[in-house]
């Protein structure tokens, strides 16, 4: 494997202990980009990178291995079954066909028709022909001599790997736009086989008493999901802004958003079509927003500072009070299930942290709070007095909590990239959930507290079981 220091260290996994290791490339800074074993003998392997290519041998008894230099570009490259010849896929767009015994090229193209913004993955098929990935999106079939591609797909984003399935009739292809595609051989035809945002992922929203879908939002679009399959059923795509909010109306006829430019935008949940625009919301974005039973009242947060209530109509829109009483962004607004009309600041919650979540509890009598202090506060919402506080992560901030419709249990996760689930009463963790590799930004129970859903940083959308689903209710 290659790593961040320059060098090659090569594993014995038998026995998870280093065999042996050696710098990457000759000259200092250059960097190993990728590796490719040979099919047939496990000593031999090829290193690309910036500027360099080498053929290494390794030899087991001594722990040593030895490379062999040669100068040809940032490559990318696949090995022939036979090991006669390597294919090398360079950031000018060339591919070049090098003897593996002699280290000699032996021919390269294409001479005019490059591929555009590099080649990023290459595949060699059975029967001679080379699958090219390039930068723009596109997926192409060359041959030699001269590698001029003869069929091709344009895909969102570019390439960056290509599978070859064992069995069956089907290349799957990712890109950087989090797409993977599925090609069929026979008519070459692309088909969107799995996709996720590719940038942070800011908030998840439920329609009211039903699981079925749910919407996330990140930069450039809201999507709509179908919960149990996970598949895409919408995509709302505004360009070059970020959407930091996302809430269902309680009649589920309206997806609410806010973003950064300081609009609130409404949109069809079938078609995305845009309903309604609340134009410079706030002057520093829209940083929080929730929307009551009504679904004629939007209340919203900025980046200055205030909270402000919003009454939508068919056609119209206006401003029906501002509170100005947060001296920095609000990070999040949670109403009581009454949404009770009370423009007045009631309690206020002081502690040395950087609040970044609020939950009410079901029955409105204790609010749940979290943020960059790691702990987890519990409030009474009468006269704003501390009830209790636990240690709710051992590093970094928490950015996400939810509460179980009963009030029994609540979900929390952030910078450790752990989903937690508590037990409110007890204050004790009964689950652990492993499988985010960014900070956590955002999670919620669904409705019929069957799944947990959380987003992260790196544009995951992770389903889980919930461990303590409600129990039927006897006839």
Same mark, same amino acid.
């Given at each position: 494997?290659?790593?961040?220091?320059?060098?090659?260290?090569?594993?014995?996994?038998?026995?998870?202990?280093?065999?042996?290791?050696?710098?990457? #490339?000759?000259?200092?800074?250059?960097?190993?980009?990728?590796?490719?074993?040979?099919?047939?003998?496990?000593?031999?392997?090829?290193?690309?990178?910036?500027?360099?290519?080498?053929?290494?041998?390794?030899?087991?008894?001594?722990?040593?291995?030895?490379?062999? $230099?040669?100068?040809?570009?940032?490559?990318?490259?696949?090995?022939?079954?036979?090991?006669?010849?390597? !294919?090398?896929?360079?950031?000018?767009?060339?591919?070049?066909?090098?003897?593996?015994?002699?280290?000699?090229?032996?021919?390269?193209?294409?001479?005019?028709?490059?591929?555009?913004?590099?080649?990023?993955?290459?595949?060699?098929?059975?029967?001679?022909?080379?699958?090219?990935?390039?930068?723009?999106?596109?997926?192409?079939?060359?041959? $030699?001599?001269?590698? +001029?591609?003869?069929?091709?797909?344009?895909?969102?984003?570019?390439?960056?790997?290509?599978?070859?399935?064992?069995?069956?009739?089907?290349?799957?292809?990712?890109?950087?736009?989090?797409?993977?595609?599925?090609?069929?051989?026979?008519?070459?035809?692309?088909?969107?086989?799995? #996709?996720?945002?590719?940038?942070?992922? +800011?908030?998840?929203?439920?329609?009211?008493?039903?699981?079925?879908?749910?919407?996330?939002?990140?930069? +450039?679009?809201?999507?709509?999901?179908?919960?149990?399959?996970?598949? $895409?059923?919408?995509?709302?795509?505004?360009?070059?802004?970020?959407?930091?909010?996302?809430?269902?109306?309680?009649?589920?006829?309206?997806?609410?958003?806010?973003?950064?430019?300081?609009?609130?935008?409404?949109? #069809?949940? $079938?078609?995305?079509?845009?309903?309604?625009?609340?134009?410079?919301?706030?002057?520093?974005?829209?940083?929080?927003?929730?929307?009551?039973?009504?679904?004629?009242?939007?209340?919203?947060?900025?980046?200055?500072?205030?909270?402000?209530?919003?009454?939508?109509?068919?056609?119209?829109?206006?401003?029906?009070?501002?509170?100005?009483?947060?001296?920095?962004?609000?990070?999040?607004?949670?109403?009581?299930?009454?949404?009770?009309?009370?423009?007045?600041?009631?309690?206020?919650?002081?502690?040395?942290?950087?609040?970044?979540?609020?939950? !009410?509890?079901?029955?409105?009598?204790?609010?749940?709070?979290?943020?960059?202090?790691?702990?987890?506060?519990?409030?009474?919402? !009468?006269?704003? #007095?501390?009830?209790?506080?636990?240690?709710?992560?051992?590093?970094?901030?928490?950015?996400?909590?939810?509460?179980?419709?009963?009030?029994?249990?609540?979900?929390?996760?952030?910078?450790?990239?752990?989903?937690?689930?508590?037990?409110?009463?007890?204050?004790?963790?009964?689950?652990?959930?492993?499988?985010?590799?960014?900070?956590?930004?955002?999670?919620?129970?669904?409705?019929?507290?069957? !799944?947990?859903?959380?987003?992260?940083?790196?544009?995951?959308?992770?389903?889980?079981?919930?461990?303590?689903?409600?129990?039927?209710?006897?006839?």
């Amino acid at each position: 494997m290659a790593v961040c220091d320059f060098s090659i260290v090569v594993w014995d996994v038998e026995r998870a202990e280093a065999l042996c290791g050696n710098p990457a #490339t000759v000259h200092c800074g250059l960097q190993c980009l990728t590796l490719q074993f040979s099919n047939l003998n496990d000593n031999i392997f090829m290193s690309g990178g910036n500027g360099t290519i080498r053929v290494w041998e390794i030899d087991p008894p001594t722990r040593k291995m030895r490379p062999t $230099e040669c100068q040809i570009g940032q490559l990318r490259r696949v090995v022939s079954k036979d090991d006669g010849f390597f !294919y090398c896929g360079t950031s000018s767009g060339d591919i070049l066909k090098i003897n593996l015994r002699t280290k000699l090229l032996n021919c390269y193209g294409p001479m005019k028709d490059k591929f555009p913004q590099g080649v990023n993955a290459l595949r060699l098929l059975k029967a001679g022909e080379i699958l090219v990935g390039s930068g723009d999106g596109v997926v192409s079939v060359c041959k $030699e001599p001269n590698f +001029n591609a003869f069929m091709r797909v344009q895909l969102e984003g570019g390439v960056t790997s290509i599978a070859l399935p064992n069995k069956g009739h089907e290349l799957y292809v990712g890109t950087d736009a989090s797409n993977i595609y599925s090609i069929r051989d026979e008519d070459f035809k692309e088909t969107l086989f799995s #996709t996720s945002h590719k940038d942070a992922v +800011n908030d998840i929203a439920f329609p009211l008493g039903t699981s079925e879908l749910f919407a996330t939002c990140s930069m +450039n679009d809201i999507r709509v999901w179908h919960t149990s399959t996970s598949k $895409e059923l919408l995509r709302i795509t505004v360009p070059n802004l970020i959407c930091n909010v996302v809430c269902f109306t309680a009649d589920g006829r309206c997806i609410v958003s806010a973003w950064n430019d300081g609009q609130i935008r409404g949109f #069809t949940p $079938e078609s995305g079509k845009l309903m309604f625009i609340i134009n410079n919301a706030h002057c520093l974005g829209v940083t929080a927003m929730a929307v009551c039973r009504d679904c004629r009242t939007i209340v919203s947060g900025g980046g200055e500072g205030q909270v402000r209530i919003w009454e939508v109509q068919p056609g119209a829109h206006r401003l029906i009070e501002a509170m100005k009483e947060h001296k920095a962004a609000v990070n999040r607004l949670a109403l009581k299930s009454d949404d009770k009309e009370n423009y007045a600041r009631k309690q206020m919650v002081l502690a040395n942290t950087m609040f970044k979540c609020v939950c !009410y509890h079901p029955d409105g009598y204790q609010i749940i709070t979290s943020g960059s202090d790691r702990k987890i506060g519990f409030w009474e919402v !009468y006269d704003g #007095t501390a009830v209790r506080e636990l240690e709710g992560s051992l590093s970094g901030s928490i950015n996400a909590m939810d509460i179980s419709q009963d009030g029994a249990h609540f979900i929390t996760g952030g910078d450790e990239k752990l989903v937690k689930v508590w037990k409110y009463t007890e204050g004790e963790v009964t689950h652990v959930g492993v499988g985010h590799s960014g900070s956590i930004t955002s999670a919620r129970i669904c409705p019929s507290g069957r !799944y947990i859903v959380s987003t992260s940083l790196d544009g995951a959308v992770l389903r889980w079981r919930f461990p303590n689903p409600p129990r039927p209710q006897a006839n």
